[in-house]
């Protein structure tokens, strides 16, 4: 009986810890990542399984003085259902409710926190036409509030929980579900720098330091162009556009807050010139998309644009991406990521772009941010266009980063600085 009731009082002061941490998370993403301020507007998208987590931060974010919090709650078991079973004929089609919602948020400025908890494999075995066609419905309906959130009109965070499926995917030999789960809140916690003796908001201070200063040199060299190679084959050079800007966390929204756009984030990134994408690449992760994975893939490019790909698994969902639309086959991003990022060193693969982008280097297919081009948020798409910005409804991350990669940039006068050596910074 003794040692039971010693068992129970572990078992109790272990979910003490770990609820003081999940707060601290939760007020970290929240007072942080899209730093709420008095009077502003706030909508949380979460998943249901994960309702304790949605409610801990609609407290946090009144507490702070939000005038108002909305709640959008997402659900995998739904979609899955969705996409098997309803008829043909409702793919593409947007509600007129659901598009007066995100008109509201958009007048009405609601900052965005996004709480993700996604089975990787969620849509696993749906025909991708019926996904695609929504995605692509969706992302036209919703442009808007997606140029808002892009060109930093308004403060963003996405963040992530754990969801049984997604343990398991991460975890395959844990016990049981909950040791799964309870695996995962630990590597959340140690990724997004949640220690129970510190303050995350000193953590985080420290590390948006770091980070902007990387980007602060970056903007002094004012490279034309950076080339990537390492064993795995990639050779790739990426020319960058005139008056390019590397941004880090803790860039400013039109509202003069700053904000924390990914919790974690090892990143530092810009926009590369549309048309000046040259060479192969490989991917050193996997690349979760449309419910599913795609792996061991390539991407070769001439004068921008992909000409040329393979993958050993769903090869057919990459061509769905790179033909999403016409500017799904260019790049959008590049971002910068040590190899020895806490979230690489840690081994885990994540199956989970927010976390697997921030321990590699990586690029994105699709949309850029017009913020990484000096004067080009406020200007109209063909403008931005002119000025060498990528525009797509899709923006999908992939992995390229390894602890052999090289970067090496051009200056404007010509000379070659090593940017990455091994995989690691080279200043």
């Known amino acids: 009986m003794k040692n039971e009731i010693n068992n129970k009082m572990t078992e109790c002061k272990e979910s003490i810890i770990v609820d003081n941490r999940l707060k601290k998370y939760v007020e970290a993403v929240v007072g942080i990542g899209v730093n709420i301020q008095p009077g502003q507007n706030l909508v949380i998208t979460c998943d249901v399984d994960n309702a304790n987590v949605a409610r801990l931060a609609m407290e ?96 963003w965070v996405v963040a992530s929980v754990p969801s049984v499926a997604w343990a398991k995917k991460v975890f395959p030999n844990a016990e049981s579900d909950e040791i799964a789960v309870d695996l995962m809140w630990e590597a959340i916690f140690t990724a997004c720098r949640i220690d129970e003796g510190s303050d995350p908001v000193a953590n985080w201070e420290q590390h948006v330091k770091y980070l902007q200063a990387k980007a602060k040199l970056l903007n002094e060299y004012n490279f034309t162009k950076l080339h990537f190679a390492n064993d795995a084959g990639t050779d790739l050079t990426v020319a960058l556009p005139k008056n390019h800007i590397w941004l880090a966390c803790g860039e400013k929204a039109k509202t003069g807050i700053s904000f924390v756009a990914n919790m974690p984030t090892e990143e530092v990134f810009t926009a590369p010139q549309k048309d000046g994408v040259d060479g192969i690449v490989y991917a050193t992760k996997p690349l979760s998309y449309m419910g599913d994975v795609i792996d061991d893939f390539w991407l070769r490019f001439k004068d921008g644009k992909v000409i040329e790909y393979a993958a050993g698994k769903n090869e057919n969902l990459l061509k769905q991406l790179v033909e999403f639309d016409e500017g799904a086959s260019f790049l959008g991003e590049v971002a910068l990521v040590p190899h020895s990022s806490p979230i690489s060193q840690s081994g885990i693969l994540w199956f989970n772009t927010l976390y697997d982008e921030n321990a590699s280097c990586h690029f994105a297919l699709g949309e850029a941010y017009p913020t990484c081009v000096k004067g080009a948020a406020d200007k109209a798409e063909a403008e931005q266009a002119a000025m060498g ?38 200043f």
């Open 389 to 426: 910005i990528n525009h797509s409804l899709e923006h999908a991350d992939f992995m390229i980063g390894s602890d052999d990669l090289d970067i090496i940039g051009t200056t404007q006068d010509g000379q070659a600085v090593q940017v990455f050596k091994q995989g690691e910074w080279a």
């Open 60 to 155: 946090a974010a009144y507490r702070r003085g939000a005038a108002d919090v909305m709640i959008r709650w997402t659900d995998d078991a739904i979609n899955r259902i969705y996409y098997l079973m309803a008829p043909d004929e409702r793919f593409g089609k947007v509600a007129e409710w659901e598009c007066a919602r995100m008109q509201y948020m958009v007048d009405n400025e609601y900052h965005t926190l996004s709480i993700t908890a996604d089975d990787p494999e969620s849509l696993k075995g749906i025909d991708p036409e019926r996904i695609e066609k929504d995605d692509k419905a969706y992302g036209l309906a919703f442009k808007p509030r997606s140029n808002q959130m892009m060109a930093s009109e308004i403060q």
